[in-house]
């Protein structure tokens, strides 16, 4: 498997996927911005269109969650919108605060390997759009539960059954939790260097 194919099947797996429904006309146009917020982050577990990356997240929010950054980061996440396999059934949104033109939630998936993990995300008004910007934190981090569901998930994907994937998987099991915690949030170099670990190219 070419390290490309797996770190999109990782990335499905390890961060919460945000490619966000367009929230905007729905009801009478009027608008209230926790509504607003509040629906933006409910549809981001649901839309499979690729134009929501740059519609409805800003670049730093892309770089933040992809592998990659600027216009590489934009190709990726169009490019993985269209296949919703590690999404959350459903999310939770609450704590909405708003502060002109920004704003901060907490939001709790269903499903996924966040499942029933608390993030706290940071969100910004650019042209009369909210848009995702920032993953802050976990504050309550269950890092036996991230590994476990994440586990499962690489699992049932089936495209990690030989050696190379148990040692990712005792290797996972070994992270301490502030990593996993950081990996949970977009750091990619920590699975880049579990990927040094076990041979994985």
């Not at 429904?21 to 729905?26: E, K, N, P, Q, T």
């Not at 070994?174 to 040094?196: R, V, Y």
Request: aromatic share 4%; with cysteine.
């Amino acid at each position: 498997m070419s390290r490309n194919r797996l770190l999109a099947l990782l990335l499905v797996c390890l961060a919460l996927p945000l490619t966000i429904a367009a929230c905007g006309g729905d009801d009478d146009g009027g608008g209230n911005d926790e509504e607003e917020i509040t629906e933006v982050i409910e549809t981001a577990a649901t839309s499979t269109d690729p134009a929501d990356c740059t519609e409805l997240q800003t670049q730093a929010f892309l770089d933040q969650t992809e592998v990659a950054d600027g216009e590489e980061a934009v190709a990726e996440c169009e490019e993985s919108a269209e296949d919703p396999s590690g999404n959350p059934d459903s999310v939770e949104v609450t704590d909405v605060s708003v502060d002109g033109d920004e704003a901060t939630a907490s939001m709790t998936p269903t499903g996924s390997s966040l499942d029933g993990q608390t993030l706290e995300v940071a969100l910004v008004k650019e042209d009369d759009q909210w848009k995702l910007d920032e993953f802050v934190d976990i504050p309550e981090f269950d890092a036996e539960a991230y590994v476990t569901n994440l586990a499962a998930e690489i699992d049932e994907s089936g495209e990690l059954q030989d050696a190379r994937g148990v040692c990712f998987g005792e290797q996972l099991a070994l992270t301490p939790e502030e990593q996993l915690k950081a990996l949970a949030l977009g750091d990619s170099d920590i699975l880049f260097d579990l990927f040094a670990t076990c041979g994985i190219e």
